[in-house]
């Protein structure tokens, strides 16, 4: 059964960094025709789009971002792990939020689509704060 667990939430001041993981099993990550995504919700909004990455043979790798979190975010894979990463860089208190992996069993377009991914971790909080 494919199952997600994300991990690296923290309270960091403004400004600081972060690095998110999500531990995939169930599946591999050297699959060709899976999408990982990250989102985020912060109380009282839906549920956005983060980044994602897909991959299109062994050594190379297609990623996606949100247009206001470009420059700062950075997704990655380890495939020898089995997981995904998220780098963020320069937090602002707008980005706190419980971010979410999930995971879709396509390569396909619709990636920033929340709907379009059939697997979930739990979350992992993440707090901007000074």
């Known amino acids: 059964q494919l199952q997600l667990v994300e991990s690296g939430g923290a309270l960091v001041q403004p400004g600081g960094s972060l690095r998110l993981s999500c531990a995939a099993s169930?599946?591999?990550?050297?699959?060709?025709?899976?999408?990982m995504g990250w989102f985020r919700q912060a109380p009282g909004k839906e549920r956005e789009f983060v980044a994602a990455i897909r991959w299109e043979s062994v050594s190379s790798d297609s990623t996606y971002y949100a247009d206001s979190l470009k420059g700062r975010f950075t997704i990655s894979r380890e495939t020898a792990k089995n997981t995904v990463f998220l780098q963020m860089n320069t937090l602002q208190p707008e980005d706190t939020a419980t971010y979410y992996c999930?995971?879709?069993?396509?390569?396909?377009?619709?990636?920033?689509?929340?709907?379009?991914?059939?697997?979930w971790g739990q979350g992992t909080q993440v707090t901007v704060s000074s």
């Open positions: 999930a995971a879709r069993g396509t390569s396909g377009n619709g990636y920033t689509v929340a709907l379009t991914y059939a697997y």
């Open positions: 169930g599946f591999s990550l050297s699959l060709d025709y899976y999408t």
